[in-house]
Protein backbone atom coordinates (compact mmCIF):
# COMPACT_ATOMS: atom_id res chain seq x y z
CA UNK A 1 0.00 0.00 0.00
CA UNK A 2 1.56 3.43 -0.73
CA UNK A 3 1.96 6.25 1.55
CA UNK A 4 -1.04 8.38 -0.43
CA UNK A 5 -3.57 5.37 -0.52
CA UNK A 6 -3.12 5.18 3.72
CA UNK A 7 -3.64 8.53 3.52
CA UNK A 8 -6.58 8.68 1.64
CA UNK A 9 -8.08 5.64 3.26
CA UNK A 10 -11.53 6.37 4.23
CA UNK A 11 -11.87 5.93 8.57
CA UNK A 12 -12.89 3.04 9.43
CA UNK A 13 -16.77 2.11 9.92
CA UNK A 14 -17.25 2.36 13.88
CA UNK A 15 -15.21 5.43 13.94
CA UNK A 16 -18.19 7.09 11.64
CA UNK A 17 -20.68 5.49 13.40
CA UNK A 18 -19.11 6.76 16.93
CA UNK A 19 -19.14 10.49 14.99
CA UNK A 20 -22.07 9.96 14.06
CA UNK A 21 -23.53 9.44 17.10
CA UNK A 22 -21.45 12.02 19.06
CA UNK A 23 -23.29 14.51 16.95
CA UNK A 24 -26.68 12.89 17.92
CA UNK A 25 -25.64 13.52 21.14
CA UNK A 26 -24.13 16.89 21.07
CA UNK A 27 -27.39 17.96 18.85
CA UNK A 28 -29.78 16.83 21.91
CA UNK A 29 -31.05 13.61 19.82
CA UNK A 30 -31.03 12.15 22.97
CA UNK A 31 -31.78 13.85 26.12
CA UNK A 32 -30.12 13.66 29.83
CA UNK A 33 -30.87 10.23 31.24
CA UNK A 34 -32.36 9.12 28.25
CA UNK A 35 -31.71 4.98 26.55
CA UNK A 36 -29.83 4.85 23.58
CA UNK A 37 -31.41 2.56 21.42
CA UNK A 38 -30.09 -1.02 21.90
CA UNK A 39 -27.19 -1.97 19.89
CA UNK A 40 -29.38 -4.14 17.55
CA UNK A 41 -31.62 -1.29 16.62
CA UNK A 42 -28.14 0.92 15.92
CA UNK A 43 -26.84 -1.86 13.72
CA UNK A 44 -29.89 -1.76 11.53
CA UNK A 45 -29.70 1.66 11.30
CA UNK A 46 -26.30 1.75 10.21
CA UNK A 47 -26.54 -1.31 8.23
CA UNK A 48 -23.29 -3.22 10.24
CA UNK A 49 -22.70 -5.91 12.45
CA UNK A 50 -23.31 -5.36 16.45
CA UNK A 51 -19.69 -5.46 17.19
CA UNK A 52 -19.30 -2.52 14.96
CA UNK A 53 -21.86 -0.69 16.94
CA UNK A 54 -20.82 -1.78 19.77
CA UNK A 55 -17.08 -0.76 19.26
CA UNK A 56 -18.07 2.61 18.46
CA UNK A 57 -20.45 3.05 21.61
CA UNK A 58 -17.33 1.69 23.95
CA UNK A 59 -15.73 4.40 22.78
CA UNK A 60 -18.61 6.86 23.51
CA UNK A 61 -18.56 4.90 27.03
CA UNK A 62 -14.59 5.68 27.57
CA UNK A 63 -15.21 9.33 26.47
CA UNK A 64 -17.98 9.62 29.22
CA UNK A 65 -20.29 10.59 26.67
CA UNK A 66 -22.44 7.80 27.70
CA UNK A 67 -22.46 5.04 30.52
CA UNK A 68 -23.79 1.85 30.84
CA UNK A 69 -26.01 0.33 33.50
CA UNK A 70 -25.82 -3.66 33.95
CA UNK A 71 -28.99 -5.33 32.93
CA UNK A 72 -30.65 -1.83 31.85
CA UNK A 73 -28.45 -0.42 28.74
CA UNK A 74 -26.58 2.50 27.42
CA UNK A 75 -27.82 5.84 28.52
CA UNK A 76 -26.67 9.74 28.47
CA UNK A 77 -25.47 10.68 31.71
CA UNK A 78 -27.91 12.49 33.83
CA UNK A 79 -24.95 15.15 35.84
CA UNK A 80 -27.13 16.40 38.19
CA UNK A 81 -28.42 12.42 38.98
CA UNK A 82 -24.96 11.20 39.26
CA UNK A 83 -23.52 14.20 41.66
CA UNK A 84 -27.31 13.40 43.96
CA UNK A 85 -25.92 11.85 47.00
CA UNK A 86 -26.82 8.50 48.13
CA UNK A 87 -28.00 6.98 51.21
CA UNK A 88 -24.44 6.49 52.55
CA UNK A 89 -23.19 9.77 51.47
CA UNK A 90 -22.48 11.73 48.12
CA UNK A 91 -21.30 9.53 44.99
CA UNK A 92 -18.19 9.07 43.90
CA UNK A 93 -19.35 11.01 40.58
CA UNK A 94 -19.82 14.18 42.31
CA UNK A 95 -16.59 14.48 42.81
CA UNK A 96 -15.17 14.35 39.14
CA UNK A 97 -15.32 17.82 38.78
CA UNK A 98 -14.88 18.68 42.47
CA UNK A 99 -11.49 18.26 44.22
CA UNK A 100 -11.40 19.88 47.46
CA UNK A 101 -11.49 18.46 50.23
CA UNK A 102 -10.44 18.97 53.97
CA UNK A 103 -7.00 17.68 54.51
CA UNK A 104 -7.10 14.17 55.30
CA UNK A 105 -10.65 14.28 56.21
CA UNK A 106 -13.80 13.06 54.47
CA UNK A 107 -14.86 14.94 51.37
CA UNK A 108 -17.75 17.04 50.86
CA UNK A 109 -20.09 19.20 48.57
CA UNK A 110 -19.20 22.65 48.56
CA UNK A 111 -22.27 25.71 49.87
CA UNK A 112 -22.15 27.62 46.70
CA UNK A 113 -22.92 31.36 46.80
CA UNK A 114 -23.39 33.74 43.69
CA UNK A 115 -21.72 36.68 44.41
CA UNK A 116 -21.57 38.19 40.99
CA UNK A 117 -23.33 37.95 37.37
CA UNK A 118 -22.34 40.14 34.51
CA UNK A 119 -24.56 39.04 31.09
CA UNK A 120 -22.02 40.49 28.41
CA UNK A 121 -18.55 41.07 29.35
CA UNK A 122 -16.30 41.32 26.48
CA UNK A 123 -13.57 38.54 26.13
CA UNK A 124 -10.00 39.24 27.22
CA UNK A 125 -7.23 38.42 25.08
CA UNK A 126 -6.10 36.39 27.38
CA UNK A 127 -9.07 33.84 27.37
CA UNK A 128 -10.55 33.96 24.19
CA UNK A 129 -8.02 31.20 22.43
CA UNK A 130 -9.02 28.87 25.24
CA UNK A 131 -12.86 28.90 24.12
CA UNK A 132 -12.14 29.50 20.69
CA UNK A 133 -13.96 32.86 20.85
CA UNK A 134 -12.32 36.08 19.35
CA UNK A 135 -11.42 38.82 21.48
CA UNK A 136 -14.07 41.25 22.85
CA UNK A 137 -16.41 38.18 22.01
CA UNK A 138 -19.58 38.88 24.23
CA UNK A 139 -19.19 36.64 27.41
CA UNK A 140 -21.20 35.79 30.70
CA UNK A 141 -19.10 36.60 33.67
CA UNK A 142 -20.52 34.87 37.36
CA UNK A 143 -18.28 34.63 40.67
CA UNK A 144 -19.24 31.79 43.42
CA UNK A 145 -17.95 31.84 46.73
CA UNK A 146 -17.87 28.12 47.84
CA UNK A 147 -17.98 26.89 51.32
CA UNK A 148 -16.80 23.44 53.09
CA UNK A 149 -18.31 22.96 56.47
CA UNK A 150 -19.53 27.03 56.62
CA UNK A 151 -15.65 27.78 55.62
CA UNK A 152 -14.72 30.13 52.53
CA UNK A 153 -12.86 27.88 50.44
CA UNK A 154 -12.52 27.71 47.00
CA UNK A 155 -13.39 31.26 44.87
CA UNK A 156 -14.51 30.75 40.90
CA UNK A 157 -14.45 33.05 38.40
CA UNK A 158 -16.55 31.86 35.29
CA UNK A 159 -16.37 32.67 31.82
CA UNK A 160 -19.28 31.44 29.70
CA UNK A 161 -19.48 32.07 25.90
CA UNK A 162 -22.62 33.77 25.13
CA UNK A 163 -23.40 32.40 22.28
CA UNK A 164 -23.80 29.36 23.70
CA UNK A 165 -26.10 30.13 26.65
CA UNK A 166 -28.71 32.33 24.84
CA UNK A 167 -30.94 33.98 27.46
CA UNK A 168 -29.13 33.15 30.58
CA UNK A 169 -29.51 35.25 32.93
CA UNK A 170 -28.81 35.74 37.12
CA UNK A 171 -32.37 34.55 37.79
CA UNK A 172 -31.73 31.53 35.74
CA UNK A 173 -27.82 30.63 36.89
CA UNK A 174 -28.32 31.45 40.82
CA UNK A 175 -31.78 29.39 40.95
CA UNK A 176 -30.77 26.20 38.88
CA UNK A 177 -32.14 23.16 41.02
CA UNK A 178 -28.86 21.49 40.33
CA UNK A 179 -25.37 21.95 39.35
CA UNK A 180 -23.82 24.13 36.78
CA UNK A 181 -22.57 21.37 34.92
CA UNK A 182 -26.27 20.11 34.82
CA UNK A 183 -27.89 23.52 33.98
CA UNK A 184 -25.46 23.39 31.15
CA UNK A 185 -26.84 20.06 29.94
CA UNK A 186 -30.33 20.60 30.34
CA UNK A 187 -30.79 24.30 29.93
CA UNK A 188 -28.69 24.42 26.74
CA UNK A 189 -27.57 20.93 25.53
CA UNK A 190 -24.04 21.15 26.61
CA UNK A 191 -23.05 17.72 28.46
CA UNK A 192 -19.54 18.05 29.72
CA UNK A 193 -17.77 15.50 29.87
CA UNK A 194 -13.93 15.85 31.23
CA UNK A 195 -11.95 19.14 31.65
CA UNK A 196 -8.16 20.22 31.46
CA UNK A 197 -7.16 21.76 35.05
CA UNK A 198 -3.76 23.58 35.30
CA UNK A 199 -2.46 24.01 39.00
CA UNK A 200 -0.12 26.56 40.45
CA UNK A 201 0.82 28.22 43.81
CA UNK A 202 0.73 32.06 43.15
CA UNK A 203 0.17 35.08 45.80
CA UNK A 204 -3.46 35.66 46.64
CA UNK A 205 -4.88 38.52 44.95
CA UNK A 206 -6.49 41.00 46.69
CA UNK A 207 -10.31 40.37 46.37
CA UNK A 208 -9.21 36.99 47.01
CA UNK A 209 -7.11 37.30 50.08
CA UNK A 210 -10.45 39.30 51.46
CA UNK A 211 -12.82 36.01 50.67
CA UNK A 212 -10.38 33.66 52.59
CA UNK A 213 -9.45 36.39 55.54
CA UNK A 214 -5.95 36.19 54.39
CA UNK A 215 -2.78 38.80 53.80
CA UNK A 216 -2.71 40.06 50.66
CA UNK A 217 -0.31 37.95 49.07
CA UNK A 218 -0.37 34.97 50.90
CA UNK A 219 -0.12 31.30 48.78
CA UNK A 220 -3.03 29.80 47.47
CA UNK A 221 -3.89 27.21 45.17
CA UNK A 222 -5.10 28.85 41.29
CA UNK A 223 -6.75 25.92 39.19
CA UNK A 224 -7.34 26.88 35.68
CA UNK A 225 -10.20 24.75 33.99
CA UNK A 226 -11.23 24.36 30.79
CA UNK A 227 -14.82 22.41 31.01
CA UNK A 228 -15.65 20.54 27.61
CA UNK A 229 -18.57 19.10 25.89
CA UNK A 230 -19.28 16.62 23.86
CA UNK A 231 -17.29 16.75 20.29
CA UNK A 232 -14.47 18.47 22.82
CA UNK A 233 -15.94 21.91 22.45
CA UNK A 234 -15.02 24.35 25.01
CA UNK A 235 -17.85 25.50 27.29
CA UNK A 236 -16.43 27.36 29.67
CA UNK A 237 -13.47 28.91 31.60
CA UNK A 238 -13.05 29.29 35.01
CA UNK A 239 -10.10 30.47 36.88
CA UNK A 240 -10.60 29.02 41.07
CA UNK A 241 -8.46 29.83 43.83
CA UNK A 242 -8.58 27.64 46.77
CA UNK A 243 -6.92 28.19 50.57
CA UNK A 244 -5.01 25.17 50.81
CA UNK A 245 -4.25 26.06 54.93
CA UNK A 246 -6.65 23.35 56.08
CA UNK A 247 -7.82 21.90 52.66
CA UNK A 248 -6.37 20.52 49.73
CA UNK A 249 -6.77 19.24 46.04
CA UNK A 250 -7.44 15.68 45.83
CA UNK A 251 -8.35 13.62 42.57
CA UNK A 252 -8.76 10.19 41.49
CA UNK A 253 -7.06 8.84 38.18
CA UNK A 254 -8.85 6.02 36.79
Known amino acids: MSYMTAVNAEPPLWRL?????????????YPAGTP??????LAARFGCAIGTVRRAVDELVAARALVRRQGKGTFVPDIDAMARPLRDGPDRTAFYFFHIRAEGGARLLPETELLDFRASVPC????????GVAPR??????RNLQRIGG?????DELWLPKVLFPGLDRAAFAGREGTVYGLYQKGFGHSVIRTDERLRAVAAPTEVAAAFGLAPG??????????LAIGDRPVEMRISHADTREHEYFNTLA
Not at 36 to 41: D, G, I, Q, R
Not at 124 to 131: E, K, N, T, V
Not at 218 to 227: F, G, K, N, S, T
Open 218 to 227: APVLRIQRIA
Open 124 to 131: PASIAPHL
Open 137 to 142: APMIVA
Open 36 to 41: LPSEAK
Open 151 to 155: RPVVL
Open 17 to 29: IRDSLEAALAGGE
